[in-house]
């Protein structure tokens, strides 16, 4: 069976592929798209030197394209701080007495916490919002004021 050089580039890219499902490594979709460039320059009966020139730019170019869009792109906060993960993050909560430790009490989402003090300055009664989640514990800090 002799297979053209479009079809050997059409397997490459379809098994990195299927190797990007497994591993879930997105920059290889990037080397896939080179592989279907150098597919499409060997449909239009370009040599096996522009073909492989075509793989090179298309998927190192995509690949550094995409290297540069993460580098750029803001970090997320980590899970413990991180609303997206974390729905409690930025809830109210009232504390109505601390302790001497910076911990209190409090009951929300119908049962009682342990709060620590994480805010500025010393902890106070009053109304605060949940910053943070470490285990069973949240950490609070002073609501802005209205």
Known sequence: ?????S???WL????????????????LLMLALGCTAAALAAHLGWGIAPQLVAAA????????????????????APAAFNRDV???????????QWESDGTARVHYRGTSWSVRFTGPGKPAPG????????GNQLSVAPAAPQ
Do not use: N
Not at 58 to 66: C, F, S, V
Not at 86 to 96: H, K, M, S, T, Y
Not at 128 to 133: A, D, E, G, L, R
């Open 57 to 76: 730019l298309t998927g190192g170019g995509a690949t550094a394209a995409w290297h540069l869009k993460r580098a750029r792109s803001p970090r997320s």
């Open 127 to 134: 109304e605060h919002v949940i910053v943070s989640m470490q």
């Open 12 to 27: 490459a890219a379809g098994a990195l592929v299927a190797a990007e499902l497994a591993t879930g490594t997105f920059y």
């Open 7 to 9: 079809t050997v580039w």
């Open 1 to 5: 069976m002799d297979w053209s050089a």
């Open 86 to 96: 974390l729905l409690d993050i930025g809830e109210p909560v009232r504390v109505a």
